[in-house]
């Protein structure tokens, strides 16, 4: 009895670092980095190369190349085979960057202007691997959620049987328990605002089809995006548009309801609110 309750432990314990959350919260981070270097650039081009948009540029360039140079190697990346291939490109584009700047005024406007349009293709690619990979993640949770409830039914037997594993056990699910909810709050949050993300909106969306049909009340889905976000994003730079974006998300949050409104952040400058019964 006591080897096939710790071999279920095991088994549920070696089966997380395989979920990738925390491969998925660097990817995030790695594309709001990149975001910001794709924004300084098309800054600098405004900026006809003025001294302060060059020194934006030069710490957005420092701030992907540190980001990188340590995901590049950490274990994470092969939670996320697609990452594989962005890693060089990234580190291409910061290297050409770094020439662009090291060459001085007047600056190759057509080589930024390429390393621009190239930028918004690795954070396109970085966004669709992101949320792609965030679905299949959940499905792994799916899992991991059953098998620990299997779990719990041996701990029940177990305490019964052998009294004397009663506290070490119990203390043993509180922490399965523990990890569980930290793993899927890390999936189904968005790192930015914490508002639910994209995932959270597909693996939800048909129970709360399916309450609104018993309840017989219509399930309203408002789409919602910033207008002029990258005007702020650019003009007072990434940090103050995360914080507009933070802003909007407890705005959001206040109207929440559990079981019947629900405010989800896409991606982006872009947020849904899904509503039974809710026309306002």
Do not use: C
């Not at 600098?44 to 948009?53: H, M």
């Not at 995901?71 to 060089?88: F, H, L, Q, R």
């Not at 399965?176 to 993300?197: M, P, V």
């Amino acid at each position: 009895m006591i080897a096939v309750l710790f071999t279920s432990v095991s088994k549920i314990e070696s089966a997380m670092p395989r979920f990738g959350f925390f491969a998925i919260r660097e990817f995030h981070i790695a594309i709001r980095d990149v975001t910001h270097l794709r924004d300084m650039v098309s800054l600098a081009q405004l900026a006809g190369g003025s001294p302060e948009s060059l020194e934006q540029l030069a710490a957005a360039n420092d701030l992907v190349y540190i980001r990188f140079e340590r995901i590049d190697g950490g274990d994470t990346i092969s939670e996320i085979p697609a990452y594989a291939g962005i890693v060089p490109q990234v580190n291409d584009a910061v290297k050409r960057i770094d020439a662009i700047l090291a060459a001085g005024l007047p600056f190759d406007e057509n080589s930024l202007k390429e390393l621009g349009i190239e930028l918004d293709q690795i954070v396109a690619r970085m966004n669709d691997e992101y949320y792609k990979y965030g679905e299949e993640v959940n499905v792994d949770l799916y899992a991991a959620e059953k098998n620990l409830n299997r779990f719990n039914y041996q701990i029940a037997f177990a305490l019964t049987v052998l009294s004397a594993l009663a506290i070490g056990t119990a203390v043993l699910l509180i922490g399965r328990r523990e990890t569980i909810s930290k793993l899927e709050f890390l999936a189904w949050r968005d790192a930015t605002t914490e508002l639910k993300n994209r995932a959270w909106m597909s693996a939800n969306r048909d129970g709360l089809l399916e309450r609104a049909r018993l309840a017989g009340k219509p399930l309203r889905l408002f789409l919602i995006d910033l207008d002029h976000f990258k005007s702020v994003n650019d003009t007072f730079g990434h940090h103050i548009g995360d914080l507009l974006l933070k802003a909007v998300a407890e705005t959001l949050q206040s109207v929440e309801r559990p079981g019947e409104v629900a405010a989800v952040r896409l991606g982006g400058d872009e947020f849904a609110v899904m509503a039974i019964g809710h026309s306002d």
